[in-house]
């Protein structure tokens, strides 16, 4: 089992930035990637960006550029740095831990980027 706890959602304006972060605790000894997803109203929920352990890192293209993904295993934490952001960033962001049987997610933390 693994518990995902994100914070750092919230409003910004465009152009604005955010910081994501996922604590996650358990059998965090099994988990092989992490990442953040996200879900807008009406639309499914889409890949942000994986980083695996070994620091590869993958992003959809609607964020690379702007968005960084990055990770403290001491902490066990996974970072979303979010720069330039855009109205169309505005969805619920969930963070993601893979492990070699299933994966699991967090609540989810909103993030809404208005004027």
């Known amino acids: 089992q693994v518990q995902l706890v994100e914070s750092g959602g919230g409003l910004v304006q465009p152009g604005g930035s955010l910081r994501l972060s996922c604590a996650a605790s358990?059998?965090?000894?099994?988990?092989?990637?992490m990442g953040w997803y996200r879900q807008a109203p009406g639309k499914p929920r889409e890949l942000v960006a994986t980083?695996?352990?070994?620091?590869?890192?993958n992003y959809a293209d609607s964020v690379k550029g702007r968005f960084t993904i990055s990770r403290d295993n001491a902490k066990n934490t996974v970072y979303l740095q979010m720069n330039s952001l855009k109205s169309e960033d505005t969805a619920v962001y969930f963070c993601?831990?893979?492990?070699?049987?299933?994966?699991?997610w967090g609540q989810g933390t909103q993030v809404t980027v208005s004027s």
């Open positions: 993601n831990a893979q492990l070699p049987i299933k994966g699991y």
């Open positions: 358990g059998s965090v000894f099994s988990i092989y990637a």
């Open positions: 980083i695996t352990n070994g620091g590869r890192t």
